[in-house]
């Protein structure tokens, strides 16, 4: 059964720092395209950062530009969320997911809160 298994999220006061972190497992997760999405309470899910096969490729949302930083490690069938200067408009359930057409894959998500 494919997973998708997303931790580090936690109640972190404004300008902090977390990682989050997400490991696949059951299927080839070097072959897939990895993303960051998140949602707010009454928001819809947004694309936080992308990152390519190979990790040569990165894209980022323009709310979190120059503050956040996506990773993988194909090694480890993990991507990772480095998030700083945390600001309370960053407080939303982040998910990971997955994609290498026509699979699509998300996990559970993890809650991020920030302190105002």
């Known amino acids: 059964q494919v997973q998708l298994v997303e931790s580090g999220g936690c109640f972190v006061q404004r300008g902090g720092s977390l990682r989050l972190s997400c490991t696949a497992s059951e299927f080839s997760f070097r072959s897939y395209a990895m993303s960051w999405y998140r949602q707010a309470p009454g928001k819809e899910r947004e694309l936080v950062a992308s990152?390519?096969?190979?990790?040569?490729?990165?894209i980022y949302g323009d709310s979190v530009k120059g503050r956040f930083t996506i990773s993988r490690d194909n090694a480890k069938n993990t991507v990772y969320l480095q998030m700083n200067g945390l600001k309370p408009e960053d407080t939303a359930v982040y998910y990971c997911?997955?994609?290498?057409?026509?699979?699509?894959?998300w996990g559970q998500g993890t809650q991020v809160t920030v302190s105002s």
């Open positions: 997911r997955a994609r290498s057409y026509p699979d699509d894959y």
């Open positions: 990152i390519a096969i190979t990790g040569g490729t990165t």
